[in-house]
């Protein structure tokens, strides 16, 4: 299997039988991914080094903008696609298979979980897995130890407080928090200038 075909399988929300051929692949991928990562958490890099390292863990230039304090952790990082001006804080753990799409000026804060696979519900299949999505609009704001779980679209302009679990998608200019995370409030006309 080659990674084009192996992203088209996760990015076609198909299932991921325990023991397939997809499934085998992405031990591979995690593997280089574990190496890569390992090598932008084991000591300190220049920021251009650190773009250069997140570059060849998602297979893909960042915008010279991007900026990332270690430690960051993936276990696939193929699948994570990063807008300009994007900022990933210290302690982020990103399941990217289903795919991670991180839209410009988004901010991420210490320990944010992306979260993009579900495994079986059947215990005889538990090894399976589920792909789907998660979509960060235009100059979110994810605060600290948030989780967002597969499936999530979170829209331009929302804030997710700290310590919230985002089940279900985030309407724009929102404030959400809490477990499961629920709208708050909207953001007023003057926090929106």
Same mark, same amino acid.
């Given at each position: 299997?080659?990674?084009?075909?192996?992203?088209?399988?996760?990015?076609?929300?198909?299932?991921? +039988?325990?023991?397939?051929?997809?499934?085998?692949?992405?031990?591979? !991928?995690?593997?280089?991914?574990?190496?890569?990562?390992?090598?932008?958490?084991?000591?300190?890099?220049?920021?251009?080094?650190?773009?250069?390292?997140?570059? +060849?863990?998602?297979?893909? #230039?960042?915008?010279?903008?991007?900026?990332?304090? #270690?430690?960051?952790?993936?276990?696939?990082?193929?699948?994570?696609?990063?807008?300009?001006?994007?900022?990933?804080?210290?302690?982020?753990?990103? +399941?990217?298979?289903?795919?991670?799409?991180?839209?410009?000026?988004?901010?991420?804060?210490?320990?944010?979980?992306?979260? =993009?696979?579900?495994?079986?519900?059947? #215990?005889?299949?538990?090894?399976?897995?589920? #792909?789907?999505?998660?979509?960060?609009?235009?100059?979110?704001?994810?605060?600290?130890?948030?989780?967002?779980?597969?499936?999530? =679209?979170?829209?331009?302009?929302?804030?997710?407080?700290?310590?919230? !679990?985002? =089940?279900?998608?985030?309407?724009?200019? =929102?404030?959400?928090?809490?477990?499961?995370?629920?709208?708050?409030?909207?953001?007023?006309?003057?926090?929106?200038?």
């Amino acid at each position: 299997m080659e990674l084009e075909t192996f992203l088209e399988h996760l990015n076609s929300g198909k299932v991921v +039988q325990g023991g397939s051929e997809p499934h085998l692949f992405m031990h591979g !991928v995690s593997q280089e991914a574990l190496r890569i990562t390992a090598e932008i958490n084991g000591s300190y890099h220049e920021p251009s080094e650190l773009r250069a390292l997140f570059s +060849q863990l998602i297979g893909q #230039p960042v915008d010279e903008s991007f900026g990332l304090f #270690p430690p960051f952790y993936s276990d696939c990082g193929k699948n994570i696609h990063i807008g300009k001006h994007v900022f990933i804080n210290m302690g982020c753990k990103f +399941q990217d298979q289903g795919g991670i799409y991180i839209d410009d000026g988004a901010l991420i804060g210490h320990n944010v979980v992306l979260a =993009t696979l579900n495994h079986a519900r059947s #215990p005889r299949d538990r090894s399976s897995m589920i #792909p789907a999505p998660i979509r960060i609009g235009k100059n979110v704001w994810i605060g600290s130890n948030a989780t967002v779980l597969p499936g999530v =679209t979170i829209g331009d302009g929302a804030i997710v407080a700290a310590g919230a !679990v985002v =089940t279900r998608d985030v309407p724009e200019n =929102t404030i959400v928090g809490g477990m499961p995370a629920k709208v708050i409030r909207h953001l007023s006309k003057e926090e929106l200038q």
